[in-house]
């Protein structure tokens, strides 16, 4: 392991692996600082243990907000496609559940966070 990283992210929740994720597409060396023995744990409690990972019907007035404005604008840029886009990317197989808009992955794929 490198003494040295471009990138220090603390704590390896879901925002927190995404962003080590996004560092290091872009050639970043980072370490994930996380004070659990593992990263991901709430994040494979989610969608019952499949780890929810996308929810089609993505739309600001589902959020609650003060700025819904804020959450339209983030959305507009980093939607569905993009989320699904950015997983399928990781080598993650999204799954969605008939009759649903959530998309999760297989629970050894989401494993692969750790
Ligand atoms: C049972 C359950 C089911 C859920 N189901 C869903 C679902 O179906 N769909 C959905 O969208 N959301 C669901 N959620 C919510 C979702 O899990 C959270 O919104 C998401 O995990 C938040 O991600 P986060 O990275 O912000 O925080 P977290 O996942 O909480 O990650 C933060 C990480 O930082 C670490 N940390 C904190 N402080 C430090 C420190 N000082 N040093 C080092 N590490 C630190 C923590 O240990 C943790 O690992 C569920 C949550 C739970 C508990």
């Known amino acids: 392991m490198p003494e040295r990283f471009d990138i220090a992210v603390v704590g390896g929740g879901a ?4 962003a080590a994720a996004s560092g290091a ?3 970043a060396s980072v370490a994930v600082l996380e004070r659990l023995p593992r990263t991901g744990k709430k994040l494979l409690a989610t969608g019952g243990g499949r780890g ?7 739309a600001a007035p589902a959020f609650t907000s003060s700025d819904l404005g804020l959450v339209a604008s983030v959305l507009d840029r980093f939607g569905a496609a993009e ?3 950015f997983f399928e990317g990781l080598g ?8 649903s808009s959530r998309s999760w992955s297989s629970r050894s794929d989401v494993s692969a966070f750790r």
């Open 52 to 58: 929810n990972l996308l929810n089609e019907n993505l």
């Open 25 to 27: 597409r872009r050639g």
């Open 92 to 99: 993650l197989r999204l799954r969605t559940a008939p009759r």
């Open 83 to 85: 989320i699904r886009a």
């Open 15 to 18: 925002a927190g692996l995404v």
